[in-house]
């Protein structure tokens, strides 16, 4: 079987997005919660911590870009006139996220910057 390069970055970007959209963001926290539970770090915080499996799971960005590789890559070889309009999307959504996290930072290095320029005169 072979797939043409630019569809396999397109599946790759989708997968990325797909992923990150299970562990980060947060329309999908309600998918995670029953599994999540809080431990108190400190006095002033506390963390969601994994109390199952599924938990750790859906919180490990490692194990759920396994599955969502896995259902990608199924479904664009197995229905792929339906996969083409998803991966498309996830697709164009991924590269976005990636180039809005690397203009992201470096406005804030941008910034810090200038402060501290400004601190020094």
Known sequence: ?????????????????????FVFDKITEFIRNPFLTRK???ENETKKV???????????YWCTGIW???FLGGMYLWIPTIAQYLIFILAIAGGQ???ESFVG????????YS????ELK
């Open 1 to 21: 079987m072979e797939i043409p390069w630019i569809t396999f970055i397109m599946i790759v970007l989708a997968n990325y997005r797909l992923t990150h959209l």
């Open 40 to 42: 108190k770090i400190s």
């Open 50 to 60: 994994p109390k199952s499996s599924i938990g750790y799971l859906l919180t490990c």
């Open 68 to 70: 969502c590789a896995l």
């Open 97 to 99: 996220a990636i180039l």
């Open 105 to 112: 930072v470096n406005l804030k290095r941008t910034a810090l």
């Open 115 to 118: 402060e501290e320029t400004k």
